[in-house]
T-cell receptor
Framework: AQSVTQLDSQVPVFEEAPVELRCNYS??????LFWYVQYPNQGLQLLLK??????LVKGINGFEAEFNKSQTSFHLRKPSVHISDTAEYFC?????????????FGQGTRLTINP | EAQVTQNPRYLITVTGKKLTVTCSQN?????MSWYRQDPGLGLRQIYY???????DKGDVPEGYKVSRKEKRNFPLILESPSPNQTSLYFC????????????FGPGTRLTVL
């Protein structure tokens, strides 16, 4: 069974500093990878996704992620964070086109931006 | 406005009392899914549906039932709730996975005493 590990449960950073949220997955087959964001008391919203092609994926709100097949990682980055980026971030994976209907999430990383 | 709605948003109930959480989407999406969110565990998929009358188990289906009689609705049924089903539940829909985004509802916080 595939699994997703988010290596940090909480990440505090100062405003305008860069941030990286780490995500590793385990799967021996092709996967699709996603990052979702959950603002306080809201549902989840898609930040970006990797299906195929370029390994550097750009999403909304200035976020980007890089798919590294050899390291089975899909880390999320932003060069300069804002207070409004305070939220919980979830990495998720689905297993190729035949398994696309099943989405496995990581445990989540709570990003706190300090002024 | 395109959206996924869930009702109720908050529910406190007692062990064994059957309940239904409704989910409805107005985007004509074929795919719908239910998740539960627990601290430290992220979201775990309960059931999903690829289309009307087509449903299948996710990773944590025990104690839950679903039905998909109409495209827009995908209710989650707890026949005999237990305290370990206390959780935050999300419904989601998508035009076509994985190519299209999953849109999530606002969540239903369920407490089973």
């Amino acid at each position: 069974a595939q699994s997703v590990t988010q290596l940090d449960s909480q990440v505090p950073v100062f405003e305008e500093a860069p941030v990286e949220l780490r995500c590793n997955y385990s799967s021996s087959v092709s996967v699709y990878l996603f990052w979702y964001v959950q603002y306080p008391n809201q549902g989840l919203q898609l930040l970006l996704k990797y299906l195929s092609g370029s390994t550097l994926v750009k999403g909304i709100n200035g976020f980007e992620a890089e798919f590294n097949k050899s390291q089975t990682s899909f880390h999320l980055r932003k060069p300069s964070v804002h207070i409004s980026d305070t939220a919980e971030y979830f990495c998720a994976v689905s297993k190729g086109i035949q398994g696309a209907q099943k989405l496995v999430f990581g445990q989540g990383t709570r990003l706190t931006i300090n002024p | 406005e395109a959206q996924v709605t869930q009702n109720p948003r908050y529910l406190i109930t007692v062990t064994g009392k059957k309940l239904t959480v409704t989910c409805s989407q107005n985007m004509n999406h074929e795919y719908m899914s239910w998740y539960r969110q627990d601290p430290g565990l992220g979201l775990r998929q309960i059931y999903y549906s690829m289309n009307v009358e087509v449903t299948d188990k996710g990773d944590v289906p025990e104690g839950y039932k679903v039905s998909r009689k109409e495209k827009r609705n995908f209710p989650l049924i707890l026949e005999s709730p237990s305290p370990n089903q206390t959780s935050l539940y999300f419904c989601a829909s998508s035009l076509r996975v994985p190519y299209n985004e999953q849109f999530f509802g606002p969540g239903t916080r369920l407490t089973v005493l």
